[in-house]
């Protein structure tokens, strides 16, 4: 399997679930990243890791909890979600911060 | 705060016709700018630009920057209807930064 993975590719969660957002790369890239995609809203940048290390946090709340175990995994944990947090999901890669960003085919999340 | 601004936001021409897409946008420490396809979920990389002037160019796609004035165009020529999608730009900025400020996007729509 080649590029950047995610699963799953839809979720329907209730506000009181947790659950997990996962996402590999298979380009042996050091930089992940988490974007949130509203509808009619630019991509925003949620969190950046660099070697394992998170790099950015865009003040993004504390019910979205991101771990890197190493520079090809990352998951977001999901855990007590609004409505409003319903989007996708979309994960990337890159070699570093000067470099292009490839993107998963990202998790439609819908919370009811 | 970091700004891009894309034009028009939804476009109908019918296959054959030529499209430009436009990006503008107010950064600070102006690193580079992408333009992405998004047909249904993952953006697919495009170009990166970082000279003014430079055309980069691949099959009917083609793009410019300019630096001076602070905007990009995406041109498309011939279009068929494989090329409906929401182009997106982006614009990375400061130096170390792994920050990408996407614009809402144009939706494009080739119709037979």
């Known amino acids: 399997e080649t590029g950047v993975t995610q699963t799953p590719r839809h979720l329907v969660m209730g506000m009181t679930n947790k659950k997990s957002l996962k996402c590999e790369q298979h380009l042996g890239h050091n930089a992940m990243y988490w974007y949130k995609q509203s509808a009619k809203k630019p991509l925003e940048l949620m969190f950046v890791?660099?070697?394992?290390?998170?790099?950015e946090n865009n003040s993004v709340p504390s019910r979205f909890s991101p771990e890197c175990p190493n520079s090809s995994h990352l998951f977001l944990h999901l855990h007590t979600l609004q409505p409003e947090d319903s989007a996708l999901y979309l994960c990337?890669?890159?070699?570093?911060?000067?470099?292009?960003?490839?993107f998963g085919p990202g998790t439609r999340l819908t919370v009811l | 705060e970091d700004k891009v601004v894309q034009s028009p936001l939804s476009l109908v021409v019918h296959e054959g016709d030529t499209v430009t897409l436009n990006c503008s946008y107010e950064?600070?420490?102006?690193?580079?700018l992408l333009w992405y396809k998004q047909e249904k979920k993952a953006p697919t990389f495009l170009f990166m630009l970082t000279s003014s002037g430079i055309e980069k160019k691949s099959g009917r796609l083609s793009s410019i920057l300019d630096k001076k004035e602070l905007f990009s165009i995406l041109n498309i020529t011939a279009t068929q209807t494989g090329d409906s999608a929401i182009y997106l730009c982006a614009v990375g900025s400061g130096a170390g930064s792994y920050q990408l400020t996407f614009g809402k996007g144009t939706k494009l729509s080739v119709i037979p």
């Open positions: 950064v600070t420490n102006f690193r580079s």
């Open positions: 890791y660099n070697f394992k290390e998170q790099t």
């Open positions: 990337a890669s890159s070699q570093d911060w000067r470099d292009t960003q490839y």
